[in-house]
């Protein structure tokens, strides 16, 4: 079973739709949690951490289960410019000691006119 | 404001030949820095990290070594490049003792034919 499992689409939606990603994650020590964000041929970058009560920045909804060791990311009202590959990322360990970021392998979102 | 800089940013080597990557970080002091590698088609893969300099570790066995020779900068290098060593090789820092959010460099495309 792979660390981080994402599916991996791709996704198509039209403008203005809602769209939702699921992420799982096999180690229930993993302690932190992210979404990051890659255009095609560029690096990846954050878009959010995923906190344990949920959060939200602006359009979008990050929400973490850790019973059923589950993330999902959830985009509104869906724009052109959010057509990208979406990056589950997860960190075991935490406090003074080094942790490793284990990355799926992404979902690819195309948000069409 | 904290800057990742990596170079070149595409390479294309013959088969045999040295690569040396170099990635420098400017506006912060004593991050953490890592070395990625995205082979098409698949997920990021942590090739090497380090907490300070000359302090290197390597989570996979493989062809390619990494030094950092300064704080703020992280070299990748091989003595003799595989075809399997192409990808997409992404430098990126983090700050603090748990290491918590990473940034990521713009990447260097490698071609190894």
């Known amino acids: 079973r792979k660390e981080v499992e994402q599916d991996p689409g791709p996704f198509n939606v039209p403008e203005g739709a809602t769209v939702a990603f699921n992420c799982t994650y096999s180690n229930s020590a993993s302690q932190s949690f992210f979404w990051y964000r890659q255009d095609c041929r560029k690096e990846p970058k954050l878009l959010m951490s995923v906190y344990s009560s949920g959060n939200e920045d602006g359009r979008f909804t990050a929400q973490l289960n850790r019973a059923s060791q589950y993330i999902s990311l959830l985009i509104r009202d869906s724009k052109l410019s959010d057509s990208a590959t979406y990056l589950c990322v997860v960190k075991m360990g935490g406090g003074t000691s080094y942790g490793k970021l284990t990355f799926g392998q992404g979902t690819i979102l195309t948000v069409h006119p | 404001s904290q800057t990742i800089h990596q170079w070149p940013a595409t390479l294309v080597q013959p088969v045999g030949s040295p690569l040396s990557l170099e990635c420098t970080v400017e506006g912060t002091s004593n991050p953490n820095l890592y070395w990625y590698r995205q082979a098409a088609g698949r997920g990021l893969q942590l090739l090497f990290y380090s907490v300070g300099i000359g302090q290197i570790s390597s989570e996979v066995p493989q062809n390619l070594s990494a030094s950092r020779p300064q704080d703020r900068q992280f070299i990748l290098s091989s003595k003799k490049l595989l075809l399997s060593d192409s990808g997409f090789y992404l430098c990126?820092?983090?700050?603090?003792?748990?290491?918590?959010?990473?940034?990521f460099g713009p990447g260097t495309r490698l071609l190894v034919l």
């Open positions: 990126a820092w983090s700050v603090g003792l748990a290491g918590e959010t990473q940034y």
